[in-house]
């Protein structure tokens, strides 16, 4: 039976999976399967219809097999390499956001105290005014003279965090 049908079972097999060496594993194993339950087989159909249908289920349960290790393999990948990405961007930020406290602790104390009460705690200028007890146009000048401090020292960071934060938009709408 096996010199009979093996070489025809390959070429079947091979259809399938364009895979000389797997199609032969495929048919070998069906062998080696008919060999080891001969004393239980029974088969109901003609033995030509019985192996060329084992084959083809073989054939397609190792495409599905494949299929979905590739698919799990493309998965992997994705989320290295989005990992990667995500580290390159939180250290670029990182970097950024260590450059802009360094400059923030250059300011003058007044005016360091009265960018971040703006900045970082979200007060209004008149709530800084209030809790400083400083009018509000002295609130709006030592604003314009710290953001004017902060671009002439950040200027060469500017493009950096442009090109960080339009990286991040590209991604956001990507997914």
């Not at 900045?119 to 710290?146: C, F, H, P, W």
Request: hydrophobic share 40%; aromatic share 12%.
């Amino acid at each position: 039976m096996f010199r009979t049908h093996y070489s025809k079972l390959c070429a079947y097999a091979n259809k399938f999976l364009k895979d000389i060496d797997a199609s032969e594993e495929i048919v070998q194993e069906l062998f080696y399967n008919l060999w080891l339950n001969r004393e239980s087989l029974n088969i109901k159909s003609s033995v030509n219809s019985y192996l060329f249908r084992s084959v083809r289920n073989s054939c397609l349960n190792m495409i599905k097999h494949i299929n979905i290790r590739e698919e799990y393999k493309a998965f992997n990948e994705a989320e290295i390499k989005d990992k990667e990405e995500n580290f390159e961007d939180s250290f670029e930020t990182s970097e950024l956001e260590q450059k802009i406290r360094r400059t923030i602790d250059m300011l003058p104390t007044e005016r360091r105290k009265v960018f971040i009460m703006s900045r970082y705690d979200g007060l209004k200028y008149r709530e800084i005014a209030e809790k400083l007890n400083i009018s509000v146009k002295t609130v709006e000048n030592q604003m314009g003279k710290a953001i004017k401090f902060l671009r002439e020292q950040l200027s060469n960071y500017l493009i950096i965090a442009f090109l960080v934060m339009i990286e991040f938009l590209i991604k956001v709408f990507e997914k």
